[in-house]
């Protein structure tokens, strides 16, 4: 082992070092854990681990820190913060990239560009790939290439005992599989490695409406997704976005209703043809007041949905909802559109069906959606009145969407450890819950694990 490879202590509270391992990007979240370290070589991990074995401290992990809030508390813990050394590695021929775990979406999109290829991202380029792909992972393309989960071809991970193992199909099938979606807690993962797909050309972007035309421009939206080409993935959201100086007057201060997404255009006919059966309508009923729709390269995807940047104090709550009729729709916007009193910056629906509940072949524990419709909610807390505020309203969303609701979750999503999770049916569940005893007997990560079944379905 080399001086470089020597892992830093781990420091207290208020110690060098702490802060930086325990920054998260919702702040309202920052955990708190008896000790912290940042690693960023596999030789680092490995100590880490063995330094809270000796001590008989759990171990709990992130990167971004982008799911702070909907984790188990820290406190008692050793917390690691990947941030391993190492490049973005593109395979252009396989079409796959390997990543070291810490690595930002935005890296893995640009890297990607120049081969004519890309990945199943998320909506941020700030996201961290380890925690989204392996908590499934809804990607603006999803409908076309499903769950992120599904793209994963192999792992590496410290387990408990020490042992630096690359995990995929052949080597260890059970745990591969555990590991694509089985809500972690099976050991440090220091890279990983999935398949891309060509992209050199897409129709991506937002519109904003005046929130006054948000019932006919939802139900028309709607209409259009039950058929829509698998190509498109797309959203819809009410915003009321504060009248900050970073955002567009035009939106500043008011309830506004957007759509947003992309259409993967290698076929420039069919996606044209698809936007245009998209946008045509909705612009028809309004011009927007503001249209960024237009083709580009794929990294403008990172764009379309303008999520902050910065790190916020964020609460919100997420459900997977089956499909709409104009019932449900007027209740989400009686409670959520304009007039409703609604505190979240930004709600909406997020388009399923497609490869998100069809995959071309199983995959891990979360490989598939059974729903129509993701739903966010989340607004900013800044202040123990917005955040009793927050969560109020989010409680009475939930009531009024619960005829709709199927009571599973997608766990990078989840805003809130306090709100219902489970993204599992039991039998999912339990099988997960043996690969992880056996690969961690002493249940030195046990508390890194997200629920995986709902309050109402746990495992026996």
Known sequence: MTVADAAPMPAGPGE?????????????????????????????????????ARRGLAVRVHSTGHGAAAARPVRGALLI??????????????????????????????????HGLTAAHGSSGTVGVVGYALAGGLSPYGRMVGLAANTVRAVDLVTADGRHRRVDAESDPELFWALRGGGGGFGVVTAIEFDLFP??????GAAYWPGALADRLLAAWLDWARDAPVIATTSVRVMNLPDFPDVPRELAGRTTFAVDGV????????ARRCADDLLGPLRAIGAP????????????????????????????????????????????????????????????????????????????????????????????????????????????????????????????????????????????????????????????????????????????
């Open 16 to 52: 060098p070092g702490f802060a930086e391992a325990v920054h998260v990007f919702n702040s309202l979240a920052v955990p708190e854990p008896a000790a912290a370290t940042t690693a960023r070589t596999v030789e680092q991990v490995r100590s880490a681990i063995h330094h809270a």
């Open 289 to 460: 007041l503001l249209d960024s729709w237009q083709p580009d390269r794929p990294s403008a995807v990172l764009l379309a949905h303008m999520d902050p940047a910065d790190p916020l104090p964020i609460l919100g709550d997420h459900l997977l909802l089956d499909d709409l009729d104009a019932g449900g729709a007027a209740r989400f916007l009686d409670v959520l559109g304009e007039g409703s009193g609604s505190p979240l910056v930004g709600a909406g629906l997020r388009q399923l069906g497609g490869a998100y509940a069809t995959p071309s072949a199983p995959g891990g524990a979360l490989d598939r959606l059974a729903a129509a419709y993701s739903y966010a909610g989340s607004g900013l807390a800044a202040d123990p009145d917005a955040a009793a505020a927050l969560r109020a309203h989010c409680a009475t969303v939930r009531t009024a969407l619960a005829p709709w609701d199927t009571g599973r979750v997608v766990p990078s999503f989840v805003e809130d450890f306090e709100q219902p999770q489970g993204h599992l049916d039991a039998e999912r569940a339990a099988a997960v819950e043996r690969v992880r005893a056996g690969v961690d007997p002493d249940g030195l990560f046990r508390q890194d694990a997200s629920p995986t079944t709902t309050r109402q379905e746990k495992v026996p």
């Open 263 to 270: 259409v993967h255009a290698d076929d420039p006919v069919s």
């Open 81 to 114: 913060r990947t941030a391993l050394d190492g490049a973005v590695e593109i395979d252009p021929r396989a079409r796959v990239a390997r990543v070291p775990a810490g690595t930002r979406w935005e890296s893995v999109v640009r890297a990607a560009e120049p």
């Open 199 to 204: 992209a050199t050309t897409v129709i991506t």
